[in-house]
């Protein structure tokens, strides 16, 4: 349950919640979040510190990591910590290429003159796009200014009509839309493709649309366990949608109440829905698993 009250928090950039929510650094998952909280904080040294002291934990998925701190050197050269972080790469054991090649790469960076951010970055989102890095992709995406968005366009039009993760390009179109770029562009969402300008699209997590149906879920769900469930479901089914239009009736609000006092593996109160009724809620309950999966 702690994982998906992370993920909501992350979703709605909450970020300062979620940097107290996992303070207590207890696993890998926690620290993980911990971490990404403090990024889009921009408390960037505060993450290199956080890697020093949890280093032995953080070899369990090391790559993820060598990754930010790669991102985080090309910004801030003097930080200290880059190296300290860099000796105790040195004694570890070997892991595996992929953190040898990183290693490589921090390391090499470190040495050399501060080199322009847009372009880093920029080749980063583009490398990860043609390997289909999703995990690289979701870290970076929260990253980029305007100005990257607009280099990257020809990218950015290929993964958002292309076999991409719906919540990655959930999480593009957001920034678009944030960015208040002003062109026709095309997403896909399954067999449909939409076109929209981010322009004129708003972001329904700003906007009070993601409050509105908040207030839906808490006239209809009283458990304040599966409130929090059924919001993480919501957010998560929303970033899949946008840009496309959702019809938030009853018949929503409750497959997402069913579905999120499943998730917990408890039983839904009962209902006075008639036969037409709950077949209308099924069909509602196995679209969003559907799209909440893609």
Same mark, same amino acid.
Not at 148 to 168: E, V, W
Not at 260 to 282: F, R, V
């Given at each position: 349950?702690?994982?998906?009250?992370?993920?909501?928090?992350?979703?709605?950039? =909450?970020?300062?919640?979620? @940097?107290?929510?996992?303070?207590?650094?207890?696993?890998?998952?926690?620290?993980?979040? *911990?971490?990404? +909280?403090?990024?889009?904080? +921009?408390?960037?040294?505060?993450?290199?510190?956080?890697?020093?002291?949890?280093?032995?934990?953080?070899?369990?998925?090391?790559?993820?990591?060598?990754?930010?701190?790669?991102?985080?050197?090309?910004? *801030?050269?003097?930080?200290?910590?880059?190296?300290?972080?860099?000796?105790?790469?040195?004694?570890?054991?070997?892991?595996?290429?992929?953190?040898?090649?990183?290693?490589?790469?921090?390391?090499?960076?470190?040495?050399?003159?501060?080199?322009?951010?847009?372009?880093?970055?920029?080749?980063?989102?583009?490398?990860?796009?043609?390997?289909?890095?999703?995990?690289?992709?979701? =870290?970076?995406?929260?990253?980029?200014?305007?100005?990257?968005?607009?280099?990257?366009?020809?990218?950015?039009?290929?993964?958002?009509?292309?076999?991409?993760?719906?919540?990655?390009?959930?999480?593009?179109?957001?920034?678009?839309?944030?960015?208040?770029?002003?062109?026709?562009?095309?997403?896909?969402?399954?067999?449909? #493709?939409? %076109?929209?300008?981010?322009?004129?699209?708003?972001?329904?997590?700003?906007? +009070?649309?993601?409050?509105?149906?908040?207030?839906?879920?808490?006239?209809?769900?009283?458990?304040?366990?599966?409130?929090?469930?059924?919001?993480? #479901?919501?957010?998560?089914?929303?970033?899949?949608? @946008?840009?496309?239009?959702?019809?938030?009736?009853?018949?929503?609000?409750?497959?997402?109440?069913?579905?999120?006092?499943?998730?917990?593996?408890?039983?839904?109160? %009962?209902?006075?829905?008639?036969?037409?009724?709950?077949?209308?809620?099924?069909?509602?309950?196995? *679209?969003?698993?559907?799209?909440?999966?893609?």
């Amino acid at each position: 349950m702690e994982e998906v009250n992370f993920q909501t928090l992350y979703d709605l950039q =909450d970020y300062e919640t979620l @940097v107290k929510r996992t303070a207590a650094l207890k696993d890998l998952n926690m620290i993980r979040y *911990h971490i990404i +909280g403090l990024l889009g904080m +921009g408390a960037n040294q505060m993450v290199l510190k956080i890697m020093i002291l949890k280093m032995p934990i953080l070899q369990k998925a090391l790559t993820v990591f060598l990754k930010i701190h790669y991102e985080i050197l090309k910004t *801030h050269r003097t930080f200290p910590e880059h190296a300290i972080l860099l000796e105790r790469y040195q004694n570890l054991p070997y892991l595996n290429q992929e953190v040898e090649d990183w290693i490589s790469q921090i390391k090499i960076l470190y040495q050399k003159p501060p080199h322009i951010q847009v372009k880093e970055t920029t080749q980063l989102f583009v490398e990860a796009f043609e390997k289909k890095d999703f995990e690289m992709l979701i =870290d970076l995406i929260p990253q980029l200014k305007p100005i990257q968005l607009c280099s990257l366009k020809l990218t950015i039009k290929s993964l958002l009509t292309n076999s991409f993760p719906q919540r990655i390009k959930g999480m593009l179109v957001i920034a678009l839309i944030d960015a208040r770029y002003d062109e026709v562009i095309s997403v896909s969402k399954g067999e449909k #493709i939409l %076109n929209f300008n981010p322009i004129d699209t708003v972001n329904p997590f700003k906007d +009070g649309t993601f409050e509105r149906y908040q207030s839906e879920l808490d006239g209809m769900i009283k458990d304040p366990s599966v409130r929090q469930i059924a919001y993480s #479901i919501l957010s998560t089914y929303m970033l899949t949608m @946008v840009p496309f239009e959702i019809d938030p009736e009853y018949y929503f609000f409750r497959a997402l109440s069913n579905i999120a006092y499943g998730y917990l593996k408890l039983k839904a109160p %009962n209902t006075d829905e008639e036969s037409s009724e709950i077949a209308l809620i099924e069909k509602k309950r196995k *679209h969003i698993e559907m799209m909440i999966k893609l």
